[in-house]
């Protein structure tokens, strides 16, 4: 099934599964799939889609402008990888000794072992968790000087990489978790994330005062979120 879009035939695909509900996602290569109920007819689907067309298209112009990079790496010349919101290309060179390096947007991996995946994925890994010490500290301590109002004992801060989460807060012991994976994405994503993030030790939830509350620190927070969203593949 196709379906026109301004300019784009966007293919549809139906899967029926034993479900009350209609589901309508949209996926990495901009089509969409509906899971629809046992016997639901084509024509409801057909007005359910002329229905959700404005979401539709508001999501697929959403995901053009996400930053999408291979899931599975091989770690070789030319791949991408960001730093602080900026792209370098890979440059891998055989060497007796494990180091990398930044040079003129390259990153320059030198390894033992030029051919082994893992190995490098290893490299890397821990490559960016020293940066992100660093990097993200600096960045979280001047944010905290400058919001210092927010909190009455500033938070511990604790890095680790996480899946689905960019940060959180822990009123428990007063600690906040900031992913290592942040130190990819730009400067105001990450001071975006840190104050989101402060915020919880006056609103534990995400109500109508928390959002108030963030926008009379951030104004542009909306902006700063949509933009981070970005980079949530790299």
């Known amino acids: 099934m196709f379906i026109q879009f301004e300019n784009d035939l966007v293919e549809i695909f139906v899967q029926y599964k034993k479900r009350k509900t209609i589901k309508l996602s949209i996926k990495n290569d901009l089509n969409v799939e509906i899971v629809a109920p046992l016997r639901t007819s084509k024509r409801y689907i057909r007005e359910i889609i002329e229905s959700k067309k404005h979401w539709i298209e508001i999501h697929r112009e959403r995901m053009k402008r996400n930053i999408n ?13 960001y730093i602080m919101g900026n792209p370098y290309n890979l440059r891998v060179v055989q060497s007796d000794h494990d180091r990398i390096m930044v040079f003129q947007g390259d990153i320059f991996m030198y390894t033992k072992k030029k051919e082994d995946v893992a190995y490098k994925k290893r490299h890397m890994e821990k490559w960016y968790k020293e940066m992100a010490y660093g ?14 109002v927010i909190y009455s004992e500033k938070p511990e801060l604790y890095f680790r990489k996480m899946k689905a989460r960019w940060g959180s807060y822990s009123p428990i012991d007063n600690k906040i978790l900031l992913n290592s994976q942040l130190v990819k994405v730009p400067e105001q994503c990450i001071e975006y994330v840190i104050v989101h993030e402060l915020c919880h030790v006056r609103h534990r939830n995400h109500k109508k005062e928390f959002y108030d509350f963030l926008e ?11 933009e981070l969203n970005r980079y949530t593949s790299v």
């Open 216 to 226: 009379s620190f951030l104004p542009d927070w909306k902006l700063r979120r949509q």
């Open 69 to 81: 990079v291979p899931s599975l790496r091989k770690y070789e010349d030319g791949e991408k990888f």
């Open 135 to 148: 990097k993200l500290k600096n960045i979280y301590d001047k944010v905290c000087s400058k919001f210092d």
